[in-house]
T-cell receptor, first 119, second 106 residues
Framework: DSGVTQTPKHLITATGQRVTLRCSPRSGDLSVYWYQQSLDQGLQFLIQ???????AKGNILERFSAQQFPDLHSELNLSSLELGDSALYFCASSVLPGARSSSSYNEQFFGPGTRLTVL | KNEVEQSPQNLTAQEGEFITINCSYS?????LHWLQQHPGGGIVSLFMLSSGKKKHGRLIATINIQEKHSSLHITASHPRDSAVYIC????????FGTGTSLTVIP
């Protein structure tokens, strides 16, 4: 158990809908990362927050947005869902911001993932 | 263009064999992660390294920053090592290899 929790575990919805995925980082971790893993694209970095502020942005679609709240939990919002958004969404956390630093406090701990199925 | 290339894509080994998985990258990085993903989907971070070598049990990870190359070695492989091993690099953002699927046969 990494200490990172994600809810829900599974989510089935229809095209055009909007969903929210939730992540609670390990106690003491300030940084949260969101990743998407689809069968054809592998793992892709979406976005990172550090202590409430957006820190780095990857291949995140405009239909997707995220935020990190004062209690450090984070939510990933996916809207106007398409079939191709079906994937495993992972959240990870680390103590420090991660990029541009090799400190061991940047080691990422992954949550169990949310499996999103868009029908 | 893939910033991170892993080889081999698939690997089958007999229990007890020494295994090497390779990762080459093309971007400037501050660190590199080796991740393990089990069939159930969960991801575990095995190593984070920025230079030299790290060892944890039967696992050894090395990195050569000048050559932009890292290797993950598994000594005395066991069926429970069967998983997908993913190399991830930390530069200005995060890039992932496509993974190496390892099957260890008893």
């Amino acid at each position: 158990d990494s200490g990172v929790t994600q809810t829900p575990k599974h989510l089935i919805t229809a095209t055009g809908q909007r969903v929210t995925l939730r992540c609670s980082p390990r106690s003491g971790d300030l940084s949260v990362y969101w990743y998407q893993q689809s069968l054809d694209q592998g793992l892709q970095f979406l976005i990172q927050y550090y202590n409430g502020e957006e820190r780095a942005k990857g291949n995140i679609l405009e239909r997707f947005s995220a935020q990190q709240f004062p209690d450090l939990h984070s939510e990933l919002n996916l809207s106007s869902l398409e079939l191709g958004d079906s994937a495993l969404y992972f959240c990870a956390s680390s103590v420090l911001p991660g990029a541009r630093s090799s400190s061991s406090y940047n080691e990422q701990f992954f949550g169990p993932g949310t499996r999103l199925t868009v029908l | 263009k893939n910033e991170v290339e892993q080889s081999p894509q698939n690997l089958t080994a007999q229990e007890g064999e020494f295994i090497t998985i390779n990762c080459s990258y093309s971007v400037g990085i501050s660190a590199l992660h080796w991740l393990q993903q089990h069939p159930g989907g969960g991801i575990v971070s095995l190593f984070m390294l920025s230079s030299g070598k790290k060892k944890h049990g039967r696992l050894i990870a090395t990195i050569n920053i000048q050559e932009k190359h890292s290797s993950l070695h598994i000594t005395a492989s066991h069926p429970r090592d069967s998983a997908v091993y993913i190399c991830a690099v930390i530069g200005n953002q995060f890039y992932f290899g496509t993974g190496t699927s390892l099957t260890v046969i008893p």
